[in-house]
């Protein structure tokens, strides 16, 4: 195409086709080069939004629930839920919280597998064993506060669905100082 | 004194000595009971078997459950509730694993293994019945009023509690985490205590069952 458009112009004004033919050139440079842009500028805003997704997925499965890439001072490990038998309302999470940072207390749970989430503790009392609501747990500060079977657990409270083997779940955790961390729980059937 | 008079004092005194401890341990075998010694395990067995209370339960398909279905094997009998999301899921996976090891290491033994609730409004026969079967296809779930469940509960010496919970939406159930073991008549002859560990489990059962096959030889 572009001969042939230098071709006419040969034909009305032979003299001038040298200094024509480099503007032509110029100019079809710069148009690709816009395009190029306009791609790049594309691409990015299509596939850089996806590349940050799975940035963040990845930071967040490595470092289960750090609220960005610097270092948080809490670690997460250890974090599952119990597959629940069929027809089951209620199932139970446990996680080791490492605390690196301050004094902290957690407050709360939250995820939208459960209609609620609550702090739960089982203790043995005069011949019983019964589980709890905490309003707060304490996570000091350089300890490792574990929610572990026969302690600690995290109640999911009408829960839609049964917890399949295998499944994620992200639930929330509210601290009194640190504010919120999203922690990826793994489903495990330890049967 | 002579080397001769040595020796003879040293066997005067061994001769003395082993009459001694000859008569020590007659006098000691007669004041031993003649039963045969309670095996000590995680939990108690019983020297008089207690004989359970009738009642009328639902067995997981809604069926009438009386004492006399305990009859004819072995059963042991866990009281929770399946609502419960920690402590009775992980007792019916010892249940379980203590199956197996039972069905390994006395497989002349019967046994049926159930799950009496102690939480019958949420608990129905149906809920209960896919609740234990998850847990192993031949568990057996009870459940039925209240009152019913408490005559076997008190036999089994299982307290249990339901309390509303603080603000009243819910409410919280407390139990004992025994497992009770019935005999093939019915009668209760041990109750295990947390933590309930079928390794254990099956070590405790098997020196409870050898102590009552024993026992009922003497008789
Ligand atoms: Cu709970």
Sequence with gaps: MVTRVMQKFRLINPDATNRIEKGIVVGWAVLVFIVILVAAALTRFIVGDISAQEFVTEEFARNAGSAGINADQFTFTDSWVRATPPGAMTAAAYVDIRNLGNDDVLLAARSDKARHVE??????????????????LPV???????????????????????????????????????????????????? | MSTVSKLLIVIVFLVVGSVGAMTARQVFVVEEPTDMPVPEINGFVLQQPRVLPEFALLDGHARAFARSDFEGTWSFLYFGFTYCPDICPTAMVEMAKLKDLLAASRPDVAAEYYLVSV??????????????????????????????IGKLAQTASVIHVIEPSADGASYEVGHSSTLTLLDPQGNIRAIFKEPLRASVLASDIDRVLTYVERVSNEI
């Design chain 1, 140 to 191: 000091p500060a350089d300890s490792v506060v574990q929610l572990a079977s026969g302690g600690h657990h995290l109640m999911f409270i009408d829960i839609p669905a049964a917890f399949v083997p295998g499944e994620s779940v992200i639930v929330t955790l509210v601290f009194a100082n640190a504010g919120v961390r999203d922690v990826l729980f793994t489903v495990r059937d330890v049967r």
């Design chain 2, 119 to 148: 939480d019958p409004q949420r608990d129905t026969p149906e809920r209960i019945q896919e609740y234990v079967t998850y847990f192993d296809d031949s568990f057996k779930g009870l459940t039925g009023d209240l009152l019913e």
């Design chain 1, 119 to 136: 702090i739960h503790t089982t203790r043995e009392q005069s011949g019983m064993m019964r589980m709890s609501r905490l309003d707060a």
